[in-house]
C-alpha cells in the first residue's frame, strides 16, 4: 500500500485565496483525521470522519473551514477565504476502526502571504 | 486541556547513550501511544501501551506507564544518529474516539 497520499505537498497562495488540500486514506481504513501543526500550537486536531461521516469538527477553527469527505477513498480540507494566520503544515491520518494507531501522510505545507 | 505534556521539550545527546522522555496527561485513558516524526515528514506511530499494562518493549524502545500519576516515559537505548527526530505522546482517551498529542521532544542524537 501507498500509504496515506496527501497533495500538494506545499502550497503558496495570497490571501484570500481559496485553498483545497487533498487526502487518500489508506485503502479499507474508515476512520479519517485532519490536522494542523504550527510551532505556537502544536498538533491541532481540526475534524474526523468515521464511515465517511464527521464525527467531531470542533477543532476547526472557524467558517472559513470545510471538510468533506465524499467517499472512502477522498477527503478534502477547503479554506476560504485564507489568512496569513493558516500558515501552518496539513496533515491527513487513517485508521482502521478496530485498531488505535493512526497513519498519516506526509503532510502539505501551506503558505499564506 | 486535553492535550498531554512532554519532558524535556529538547533533548540532546552523543550516540549510543540512551534517551529517556516522559509524557504527562490528565484524564483517564485506554491507552498511549508514541509517535516520532522527522523534520518535514509526518509522525509514525513507534508502540502502544494499553491502559493494563506497566511496561512494554519494541527493539530498542521501552515504555512505561504509571496510571495513577498519569504518565508514561520513552526510553530509547543505544540512541543513533538516525533517531533525531521529535517524539509525541498521544492519548486514546476513554469516551473519546481520536488521539489527543502532546507538545513533544526534539532529541538531537550528536554522532
Known amino acids: 500500500d501507498a500509504g496515506v497520499i496527501q497533495s500538494p505537498r506545499h502550497e503558496v497562495t495570497e490571501m484570500g485565496q481559496e485553498v483545497t488540500l487533498r487526502c487518500k486514506p489508506i485503502?479499507?481504513?474508515?476512520?479519517l483525521f485532519w490536522y494542523r501543526q504550527t510551532m505556537m500550537r502544536g498538533l491541532e486536531l481540526l475534524i474526523y470522519?468515521?464511515?465517511?461521516?464527521?464525527?467531531?469538527d470542533s477543532g476547526m477553527p472557524e467558517d472559513r473551514f470545510s471538510a468533506k469527505m465524499p467517499n472512502a477513498s477522498f477527503s478534502t480540507l477547503k479554506i476560504q477565504p485564507s489568512e496569513p494566520r493558516d500558515s501552518a503544515v496539513y496533515f491527513c491520518?487513517?485508521?482502521?476502526?478496530?485498531?488505535?494507531?493512526?497513519?498519516f501522510g506526509p503532510g502539505t505545507r501551506l503558505t499564506v502571504t | 486541556s486535553q492535550q498531554g505534556e512532554e519532558d524535556p521539550q529538547a533533548l540532546s545527546i552523543q550516540e549510543g547513550e540512551n534517551a529517556t522522555m516522559n509524557c504527562s496527561y490528565k484524564?483517564?485513558?485506554?491507552?498511549l501511544q508514541w509517535y516520532r516524526q522527522n523534520s518535514g515528514r509526518g509522525l509514525v506511530h513507534l508502540i502502544l501501551?494499553?491502559?493494563?499494562?506497566r511496561e512494554k518493549h519494541s527493539g530498542r524502545l521501552r515504555v512505561t506507564l504509571d496510571t495513577s500519576k498519569k504518565s508514561s516515559s520513552l526510553l530509547i537505548t543505544a540512541s543513533r544518529a538516525a533517531d533525531t527526530a521529535s517524539y509525541f505522546c498521544?492519548?486514546?482517551?476513554?469516551?473519546?474516539?481520536?488521539?489527543?498529542f502532546g507538545t513533544g521532544t526534539r532529541l538531537t542524537v550528536i554522532p
Open positions: 491520518a487513517s485508521r482502521q476502526t478496530r485498531t488505535y494507531e493512526q497513519y
Open positions: 485503502s479499507g481504513h474508515n476512520s
Open positions: 470522519f468515521n464511515n465517511n461521516v464527521p464525527i467531531d
Open positions: 484524564t483517564s485513558i485506554n491507552n
Open positions: 501501551i494499553r491502559s493494563n499494562e
Open positions: 498521544a492519548t486514546d482517551q476513554t469516551g473519546a474516539n481520536n488521539l489527543f
